[in-house]
């Protein structure tokens, strides 16, 4: 069976597309084409240009293909590309990975709101559709009139060092940022402002252990001067801003944290039910969380005791901390029943089951 995987993530730093291509190369022999780096496969290819020429590219290698029997589009930019071929290699089941959950009426700009109409146009072409939560495959059921309900297949992933020096080379470049008396908290989100991170340093000063907040991720001038500001007004010399880092350095710098923070806004639905895989990212290194309190991160808050929902952030960090083992050790329970591979496998279960059915 061959498949061809299109993407316009990046390889390098997507955590669900590598699970997904890891997945799909399970199946058959696996063809792809994503943004970043190239594997060690040569049926991979890289790309790194604009969107215009990723569309032709995509097109392009996917004609090379002598036959393509499984489609699979991640996300809403694989979708001209993915149906252009389509048309002309005739796969017997298309796919389509909903990462997101926009809603037209919610996006305001011109752009967001003709990705909404070609994600619809995608859906209604794809035959077997896949989504990251049980909330948001329940509310596209009904948003696009589906006659079954999405596969779901949440963001389960774990952070793997590249190499076996890795660890030991992070450790000497971030030393002078680990002091024994802080606790230390992490937030992937950046200076985020939309995403909360303002409210978060605002709160620092009612963490009632010293503390220590790395910040790592993407930033815009605009939210990195409004953290700048707060800290200035605030006096605080506990906040670093790391900005975005590779792989290796994200799971040291998680490895040595004692609470992750994972925030989202609630004002429209994709932020709303969020499918985080941030929150996998701490658990399965064994650090407890506190998030916002959106639906699906409450719920798994509240049902393992991985962490607490708290959206002004200082209470359940305070929290966390009366009780920091008992956290601790219900992470790593919560990691051990919930495996990546078994994630990953479940969605390759589902996805066979599913093409039998189609091609019967």
């Known amino acids: 069976m061959n498949l061809f995987l299109i993407s316009n993530g990046n390889f390098d730093y997507d955590g669900r597309l590598r699970e997904l291509y890891k997945?799909?190369?399970?199946?058959?022999?696996?063809?792809?084409?994503t943004q970043g780096s190239v594997s060690q496969d040569a049926r991979h290819k890289g790309h790194n240009g604009s969107y215009i020429s990723f569309i032709k590219e995509a097109v392009k290698y996917g004609k090379t293909l002598e036959k393509i029997d499984v489609l699979v589009l991640d996300n809403r930019k694989s979708?001209?590309?993915?149906?252009?071929?389509?048309?002309?290699?005739?796969?017997a089941v298309t796919i389509q990975d909903c990462r997101e959950l926009y809603v037209k009426k919610e996006v305001p700009h011109f752009?967001?709101?003709?990705?909404?109409?070609?994600e619809k146009w995608g859906i209604d072409r794809s035959d077997i559709i896949i989504c990251a939560n049980k909330e948001r495959a329940d509310i596209m059921k009904e948003m696009f009139s589906l006659k079954d309900t999405p596969i779901v297949y949440e963001n389960l992933r774990r952070l793997v060092y590249s190499s076996d020096s890795a660890e030991q080379l992070q450790k000497e470049k971030f030393a002078h940022l680990i002091n024994d008396d802080e606790i230390r908290l992490i937030s992937s989100s950046g200076c985020s402002v939309s995403r909360t991170n303002d409210v978060l340093v605002s709160n620092l000063d009612r963490v009632?252990?010293?503390?220590?907040?790395?910040?790592?991720?993407?930033?815009?001038?605009?939210?990195?001067?409004?953290?700048?500001s707060i800290m200035k007004n605030k006096g605080l010399d506990n906040v670093e801003i790391l900005g975005q880092v590779n792989q290796d350095e994200l799971k040291y710098l998680i490895s040595v944290s004692h609470i992750g923070i994972v925030n989202y806004h609630q004002k429209d639905t994709n932020n709303k039910y969020c499918a985080s895989g941030k929150v996998y990212?701490?658990?399965?290194?064994g650090v407890p969380v506190v998030t916002t309190t959106n639906p699906p991160l409450k719920n798994m808050c509240?049902?393992?005791h991985i962490g607490e929902a708290d959206d002004n952030y200082a209470d359940g960090i305070n929290k966390v901390m009366t009780d920091y083992d008992g956290y601790r050790e219900a992470a790593k329970v919560f990691?051990?029943?919930?495996?990546?591979?078994?994630?990953?496998?479940?969605l390759l279960r589902e996805i066979k089951d599913k093409?039998?059915?189609?091609?019967i």
């Open 23 to 33: 997945v799909f190369s399970e199946m058959g022999t696996l063809y792809s084409i």
């Open 79 to 91: 979708i001209i590309p993915g149906l252009m071929l389509k048309a002309s290699k005739k796969p």
């Open 111 to 118: 752009a967001g709101k003709m990705g909404c109409v070609i």
């Open 208 to 228: 009632e252990k010293k503390c220590r907040l790395f910040l790592v991720g993407g930033n815009t001038d605009e939210d990195e001067e409004a953290i700048r």
């Open 281 to 285: 990212e701490f658990i399965y290194d």
């Open 302 to 304: 509240d049902g393992a």
């Open 335 to 346: 990691a051990s029943k919930n495996p990546v591979e078994e994630n990953n496998n479940k």
């Open 355 to 359: 093409i039998a059915q189609l091609t």
